[in-house]
């Protein structure tokens, strides 16, 4: 009891041995029973690398825009909220600071860059430095905090496309993401689509000894073949089902089938939806509640049990966005 007082007293850092979750406020130990969306946005600018400008965005705008459609998780109990921008796409971390403060949603960011989209939103120096000094700079993201802050990531966001073999840049993250991971216990998700992106990721990150389950598989809805989930769950990593806010049917169907094929325990699902962009004029933000007003009772028709529900919306993320390996 007295080491369990020390702990609690002590926060964060002092958790070191036991799992725990780091969002924008702070770091919580690993609960599974609370409830989590795993991939949305609050905020993405397309504009890319090159001419992005935070500067151009109003925190306040977003927060009056954005703030109705999460203040609408409460009646459906969400904890955990992944927002899943990545940098130069919009990561703005005292604006997610200002919303978890004003919501009281645990608001998770992440450390890492996103090279989908041929590259359009990898800043020039990428190019340029090593695979270990880039991943220096997330591990230092880690250690001290994002843009200057003390706001720390609770996971490792890549993106590459989809291809085999992995663009030579691509092979670069998904690299540095390893030796970030494995300094840090962070999890890496990674933008990726269709399994043919899957498997050299999955290939690098064996050779590099990161264990599988720090791996999420982004967008997997994407992919035709249901059979591939299995041979990735058999892998150990994480499938990611997180179009929901644009479509329920497609993965409804290939809930059916994990459940069938007993993998349930290595899905995610979540909506990817949301955003502010500051290149529109009229703002078109996708809510992210058809998990609860469309999915569940679907699910729970065909005959999911609330255990498996509850692996789905609780046990599956906590255990994937647990940090587990702190010096
Ligand atoms: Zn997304």
Request: aromatic share 10%; glycine share 6%; net charge negative.
């Amino acid at each position: 009891m007295l080491i369990f007082i020390l702990l609690m007293t002590f926060g964060g850092a002092i958790y070191a041995q036991q799992p725990y979750i780091q969002d924008v406020q702070g770091s919580h130990q690993v609960d599974y029973t609370q409830v989590w969306l795993s991939h949305e946005h609050i905020l993405v600018d397309f504009i890319g690398a090159d001419s992005i400008q935070p500067d151009s965005w109003s925190n306040d705008a977003i927060i009056s825009e954005v703030s109705p459609y999460l203040d609408e998780l409460a009646s459906y109990r969400v904890n955990y909220f992944v927002d899943a921008t990545p940098a130069y796409l919009g990561k703005d971390v005292l604006l997610l600071q200002k919303l978890a403060d004003k919501t009281g949603l645990r608001i998770i960011t992440n450390t890492g860059l996103y090279g989908a989209r041929k590259n359009k939103f990898v800043p020039h120096y990428v190019r340029e430095i090593s695979v270990e000094d880039l991943a220096e700079k997330w591990i230092n993201e880690f250690k001290n905090g994002i843009d200057g802050t003390s706001i720390k990531p609770g996971f490792i966001k890549i993106g590459v496309d989809t291809a085999d073999p992995l663009d030579t840049l691509h092979q670069k993250l998904v690299k540095a993401a390893a030796i970030t991971s494995l300094e840090t216990g962070l999890t890496i998700a990674s933008h990726t689509g269709k399994a043919i992106g899957l498997w050299p990721q999955l290939k690098i990150l064996k050779e590099m000894g990161v264990a599988l389950n720090s791996f999420i598989w982004v967008h997997a809805q994407s992919e035709d073949d249901n059979i591939t989930y299995l041979k990735a769950a058999t892998m150990g990593c994480w499938i990611s089902l997180d179009g929901l806010g644009w479509d329920v049917d497609r993965h409804l169907k290939k809930l059916l089938f994990a459940k069938e094929h007993g993998i349930l325990d290595r899905i995610l699902i979540s909506h990817d939806a949301g955003w502010y962009d500051p290149q529109k004029q009229q703002q078109n933000i996708t809510p992210y509640t058809n998990i609860f007003t469309k999915l569940l009772p679907e699910l729970r028709a065909q005959g999911f049990t609330e255990q498996e529900v509850a692996l789905l919306l609780s046990v599956n993320p906590a255990k994937a966005f647990a940090i587990e390996n702190v010096d």
